[in-house]
């Protein structure tokens, strides 16, 4: 019963579960947490920014006393400094493409990855079964040798050797065997479900594909990511060293407009009152009880009392509407500003810049001549190694040299052998070819470009 309740999962996950092909090992790179951040940090700095139209605004409140009858009500405008608009677009512009760049340098890293993997699992099946082929072939020289371990031409020492070459040979495979399994796990990683591998050779471009693409040399251009990216960091520190000038031409520190708000029921003043003020048609008669009070007096024309004294009367806001609102601007005098070197330090940082810039281009410039010249190197090593293997396995070479050796058994399997071997050192060779190639990829984003299928068939294009 549990077999039968096992078989549906069992069927179920052969369903799912297929060969591991290069389409789905390529695609896994967009599911890379890396690429998504990076991939984020781009978007976020494409978007549009919003136009600036001041550097601050303040709202500011100030109160004329603690009776809390007079508040100033301020709305106070820091204006852009002149050229600080257009350094913020420069630099804007310039951190936008350098994310950019950044984005295409992080996916042509997480490709790398990849292709280089599967590109290591590749040859590397090749080499196990070169490897095989030639254990098979020491297997036959071991017969052979004990067969002719009688016969007067029989030496020892060649069934020594071949003893221990078979010894190497299970060593080899051995190690074949873990480099494929190491990487069939290292690929798990990145695509979790799948039973199997299946990555076709034809994917992988042929030497003379990659010697017609390179034959005519790699010019480094501005597209390239890493050059894209040195040329986004260098325009933004140009854009900075901008910014840090336009912040000294703040000539106009401020503006602001306000309103002086008096409330009357709070609002009080000392005033001195005379007798003429509070008595008769006095404007202030409604204090005469208070003035005798506090002078004496009990008439206008007592002169035996003091003649005045002071009141707080209730004050009145008698001004005009349009005299409530009042103006504040702020002027800075560059002409005593002792800040006189900043257009100096924004030539050094703009040359500093270009510096950085111009190292960054001749150190790629450098890295792809030099891979360019090495993987040319290498393929005409290889076509050496090619050329002897073919002219080996040929026919009618096997036959002419079984004449010459009188049907020898062991000079025929050595001339397998050495076949062999050459396919084993070009095998070597197109692993190194390709591992200098994917790096030359790498430079000039050729592993950056999207909706592409195959990076190494597209190549420089």
């Known amino acids: 019963m549990r077999f039968v309740a096992f078989l549906p999962l069992a069927l179920s996950a052969a369903v799912f579960a297929g060969p591991l092909t290069w389409d789905q090992l390529i695609q896994s790179a967009e599911k890379d947490p890396r690429y998504m951040a990076a991939q984020k940090r781009a978007e976020a700095t494409s978007s549009s920014q919003g136009t600036k139209l001041w550097d601050k605004l303040e709202l500011r409140y100030q109160l004329d006393g603690f009776s809390f009858a007079k508040h100033d009500f301020e709305l106070r405008m820091t204006p852009k400094t002149f050229g600080e608009g257009s350094a913020d677009r420069a630099r804007y512009e310039a951190e936008k493409n350098y994310e950019q760049a950044r984005f295409a340098v992080e996916r042509s890293l997480l490709l790398y990855d990849r292709y280089e993997r599967g590109v290591r699992y590749v040859l590397r099946k090749k080499i196990y079964e070169i490897n095989k082929q030639l254990a098979q072939v020491n297997a036959d020289r071991v017969e052979v040798l004990h067969l002719k371990s009688g016969s007067a031409t029989f030496n020892p020492e060649d069934l020594m050797t071949a003893l221990e070459k078979s010894a190497s040979y299970k060593a080899a495979l051995l190690s074949d065997s873990t480099a494929l399994r190491d990487a069939e796990l290292k690929m798990k990683i990145w695509v979790p479900d799948f039973d199997g591998v299946d990555l076709d050779t034809a994917f992988i471009p042929t030497m003379a594909e990659l010697e017609q693409n390179l034959s005519g040399g790699v010019e ?6 890493q050059v894209a990216m040195a040329k986004g960091k260098r325009d933004s520190e140009v854009a900075r060293a901008k910014q840090d000038v336009s912040k000294g031409r703040d000539y106009i520190s401020h503006i602001g407009i306000g309103y002086s708000l008096q409330i009357e029921s709070l609002m009080e003043k000392y005033k001195t009152l005379y007798a003429d003020d509070v008595y008769g048609s006095g404007a202030y008669s409604d204090y005469k009880d208070d003035y005798e009070k506090e002078t004496g007096c009990t008439s206008r024309i007592d002169q035996n009392c003091k003649t005045y004294a002071d009141f707080l009367i209730p004050d009145k806001d008698n001004r005009k509407t349009a005299d409530k609102f009042f103006v504040n601007l702020a002027v800075r005098l560059p002409f005593f500003d002792s800040n006189k070197d900043s257009d100096l330090r924004q030539q050094v940082a703009t040359l500093d810049a270009e510096s950085d810039y111009l190292d960054d281009v001749r150190e790629v410039n450098q890295k792809v001549a030099r891979l360019t010249e090495e993987i ?36 025929l399997l050595r001339a397998k052998e050495s076949a062999l071997e050459s396919d084993m050192k070009a095998v070597k060779l197109e692993y190194d070819i390709f591992l200098q190639y994917l790096a030359l990829l790498d430079y000039a984003g050729g592993l950056a470009r999207q909706g592409v299928v195959n990076h190494l068939r597209e190549g420089l294009k």
């Open 220 to 225: 480094v251009s501005e597209n390239f990511p």
């Open 376 to 411: 040319l190197a290498l393929i005409g090593q290889w076509k050496v190694q090619k050329e002897y293997a073919e002219q080996v396995n040929a026919s009618g070479f096997m036959e002419q040299f079984a004449r010459n050796a009188g049907s020898d058994p062991l000079l």
